[in-house]
């Protein structure tokens, strides 16, 4: 019998469901397009979701708008696409419908899930298929029987759980995260060419090495637990490389990528270029490994006794996403406990160096010196150097720090050691890429902060500082309201204030209402005034003149601009 149709309440649930969920909550223009996209299906309008409706009614872009020259929309929606298929992969959800985005259209289709069973009654049937119908209970010993079958259904389903999902990715409420341990299987060959042979072989070994050097994961070499291996094939002069991950020697795939390195390089540099996108997606933050595990650190649960360093590094993970305090506070003190124990761990040091350098500026305080405290975190950072010279995590950690310090020529040099150790490190490149912006390298800042978003697979909300400021430097304000409600997610001072300081260039009323607020009831902006509070970041002073007549724009009350204000934007006496 054919799955019913969903219901327009089911299909509403289960949007509900994606709006609440961090990787779409934290970006507010993935959240209207997946609204949009969804209403519109739901008020029979399917034939009006266009990439120039989207565009204009959705992000805000002019009437003359042109999807040609103007990737905006495609952009958003393949953001969004993959944000659904990893929410739907990760098994935790709730609502009965699944949302999807199939590819080349804006349409959304929905599919009914298959949910777990609810817990068998005692008169209830068990087996695998539909619930049979009741019957009398005649007799004990058929409510003994069945029983039994139960047990042994939950016994079965107990198994196939842990049989499907890989043993060190099932974490989310069974226990504490482990670190995610890959094991490197073989790529064959599928080309048809026997002379590529040590070219396609080398991508896994290099791929080895490449994860070798995230301080989050291991590579082993030992059968069991998650196998990671993959094809080459070739057609018309493009290589296709696709990389599945599994557990053990299972062959159910439990992820899959398939990437396609450009054409006219040389055989041997188009493979490297493809294991190198691989580990980008496989080593970052936001990688299919870590996505148990971050799901865990979302929840912010009691800390264990005596957690590991992955624990650690899972919330620190989930502060970069967000950058609050309170997270902050979580990953320090969690670091607190390993180095107790371990004083020398070099990556427990260096991550908590980074976290207190970044609490210093985030509580300074209008005449309060935050030097000592950088001094501590460069102490720190110093030290962790010493005992792991050759770790990429380390010596990113460095150059944030000696960036805080605005030691700017010293913090280039560590974030250039750390991407030669790890080229695969996109934290790093997105970091070396905003303290170039503030250094005036614009284009080669640029570059590689626009390298890592379209590297790594659902980029965090960070990633788009450069991008944000870049688009308002160069008077591209509708580029710099999409990045900036991006960074919004993580940077409640800057993102918005720049969305607020673009929104009047381009008639966007609905941002200032809805901006404004945010802003003037930021409790560290009133402490300082806007103006003092945004130089601290060493913003160029041109931008920040840009910025002041912006927010005048928007009505932002110019005794809230240059110190300490009350909510209503009257200067605190």
């Known amino acids: 019998m054919p799955d019913a149709v969903p219901s327009v309440g089911e299909i509403r649930a289960a949007l509900d469901e994606l709006l609440g969920w961090q990787g779409i909550s934290r970006s507010p223009q993935l959240a209207d397009l997946l609204r949009y996209v969804v209403e519109k299906t739901l008020s029979g309008d399917e034939a009006s979701i266009k990439a120039y409706s989207i565009a204009v009614d959705v992000f805000g872009r002019p009437a003359d708008f042109d999807p040609q020259s103007d990737p905006i929309v495609r952009v958003q929606a393949r953001r969004l696409r993959t944000l659904l298929e990893q929410f739907y992969a990760n098994g935790s959800y709730q609502s009965a419908i699944q949302v999807r985005l199939p590819l080349g259209r804006y349409v959304p289709e929905f599919a009914r899930l298959e949910k777990p069973a609810p817990e068998a009654s005692p008169g209830a049937a068990t087996g695998g298929g539909p619930v049979a119908s009741r019957r009398p209970r005649r007799f004990a010993g058929?409510?003994?029987?069945?029983?039994v079958f139960m047990l042994l259904g939950v016994g079965l389903a107990i198994l196939l759980i842990r049989w499907m999902v890989p043993q060190n990715l099932s974490t989310t409420g069974v226990g504490i995260p482990t670190t995610p341990v890959v094991m490197i299987g073989?790529?064959?060959?599928?080309t048809g060419e026997a002379v590529l042979d040590d070219d396609v072989v080398a991508v896994g070994r290099r791929l080895a090495e490449m994860l070798?050097?995230?301080?989050?994961?291991?590579?082993?070499?030992?059968?069991?637990?998650?196998?990671?291996?993959?094809?080459?094939?070739?057609?018309?002069?493009?290589?296709?490389?696709?990389?599945?991950?599994?557990?053990?020697?299972?062959?159910?795939?439990?992820?899959?990528s398939t990437v396609t390195p450009p054409a006219g390089t040389t055989d041997t540099a188009a493979l490297t270029e493809a294991g190198l996108t691989l580990a980008i997606q496989l080593g970052s933050s936001s990688s299919p490994?870590?996505?148990?595990?971050?799901?865990?650190?979302?929840?912010?649960?009691?800390?264990?006794?005596?957690?590991t360093l992955y624990v650690c590094q899972l919330l620190q993970m989930a502060w970069r996403d967000t950058m609050r305090l309170g997270d902050a506070v979580a990953g320090l003190d969690c670091l607190s406990k390993i180095l107790a124990r371990e004083p020398d761990n070099a990556v427990a040091l260096a991550a908590d160096a980074g976290l207190k350098a970044w609490r210093a500026q985030y509580e300074a305080t209008p005449g309060g010196s935050v030097d000592e405290l950088m001094a501590v975190a460069a102490g720190e950072v110093s030290r962790a150097v010493v005992f792991a010279?050759?770790?990429?995590?380390?010596?990113?950690?460095?150059?944030?720090?000696?960036?805080?310090?605005?030691?700017?020529?010293?913090?280039s040099g560590a974030f250039k050691e750390a991407l030669t150790l790890?080229?695969?490190?996109?934290?790093?490149?997105?970091?070396?890429?905003?303290?170039?912006?503030?250094?005036?390298?614009?284009?080669?800042?640029?570059?590689?902060?626009?390298?890592?978003?379209?590297?790594?697979?659902?980029?965090?909300?960070?990633?788009y500082t450069t991008r944000a400021a870049e688009s308002f430097r160069t008077k591209r304000y509708f580029d710099a309201i999409d990045a900036a409600q991006a960074l919004a997610a993580s940077d409640d001072e800057l993102g918005p204030v720049i969305v607020l300081a673009s929104a009047p260039q381009v008639g966007r009323n609905d941002l200032i209402d809805r901006y404004r607020p945010m802003i003037m009831g930021n409790?560290?902006?009133?402490?300082?005034?806007?103006?003092?509070?945004?130089?601290?970041?060493?913003?160029?002073?041109?931008?920040?003149?840009?910025?002041?007549?912006?927010l005048v724009l928007s009505g932002v009350p110019r005794e809230a601009l240059d110190g300490p204000f009350n909510g209503g934007g009257t200067a605190k006496r």
């Open 142 to 147: 058929f409510a003994l029987l069945g029983m």
């Open 186 to 190: 073989a790529f064959d060959n599928l």
């Open 212 to 256: 070798g050097k995230f301080d989050g994961l291991k590579v082993s070499t030992d059968a069991g637990g998650l196998l990671l291996r993959g094809t080459v094939q070739e057609e018309k002069g493009h290589f296709t490389v696709k990389a599945m991950l599994s557990r053990g020697d299972n062959n159910g795939v439990w992820w899959s």
């Open 289 to 307: 490994l870590h996505a148990p595990g971050r799901a865990w650190a979302v929840q912010r649960p009691a800390l264990p006794g005596q957690p």
């Open 389 to 411: 010279p050759t770790s990429s995590f380390v010596l990113e950690e460095q150059g944030i720090v000696l960036a805080r310090q605005r030691s700017f020529d010293a913090a």
């Open 422 to 463: 790890n080229p695969a490190n996109m934290d790093a490149q997105s970091a070396y890429a905003q303290l170039l912006w503030l250094d005036g390298q614009y284009d080669q800042s640029t570059a590689l902060a626009e390298a890592a978003i379209a590297a790594v697979p659902s980029p965090p909300p960070w990633y």
């Open 523 to 550: 409790p560290r902006l009133q402490l300082t005034g806007i103006m003092p509070r945004l130089a601290a970041r060493t913003l160029p002073q041109a931008m920040l003149d840009r910025i002041r007549d912006g």
